[in-house]
Nanobody
Framework: QVRLVESGGGLVQAGGSLRLSCGASYYSFSTYAMGWFRQAPGKEREFVGAISWNTVSTYYADFVKGRFTISRDNDKNTVYLQMNSLKPEDTAVYYC??????????????????WGQGTQVTVSS
């Protein structure tokens, strides 16, 4: 099981950009599919996007398509979430997670076995 630590969150104005990073401590990082989720106050955690272990495939929730991009660098044990054109409704705690499964278009949090602690993203109007 990998240990995950997110970084890169913060406060940004609407229309701005942030790049989140998720570092993994386990040497078998490249065998895991990786996902990003987010949770806003008073709401359930929702899926943002995922990337397969070999970087061939990515899949995104409709509300971030064209704005967010997932990538990974297996040599650095790191997965990224590049967020552009941010909106106030993107405000949430963002979590990275690891899974042995990659099953788009249906991806749920139950498939992920390791989670980071989350990083706060706040978008002002």
């Amino acid at each position: 099981q990998v240990r995950l630590v997110e970084s890169g969150g913060g406060l940004v104005q609407a229309g701005g950009s942030l790049r989140l990073s998720c570092g993994a401590s386990y040497y078998s990082f490249s065998t895991y599919a990786m996902g990003w989720f987010r949770q806003a106050p008073g709401k359930e955690r929702e899926f943002v996007g995922a990337i397969s272990w070999n970087t061939v495939s990515t899949y995104y929730a409709d509300f971030v398509k064209g704005r967010f991009t997932i990538s990974r660098d297996n040599d650095k044990n790191t997965v990224y979430l590049q967020m552009n054109s941010l909106k106030p409704e993107d405000t949430a705690v963002y979590y990275c997670a690891a899974s042995f499964r990659y099953t788009p278009p249906k991806i749920t949090g139950a498939d992920f076995i390791s989670w980071g602690q989350g990083t706060q993203v706040t978008v002002s109007s």
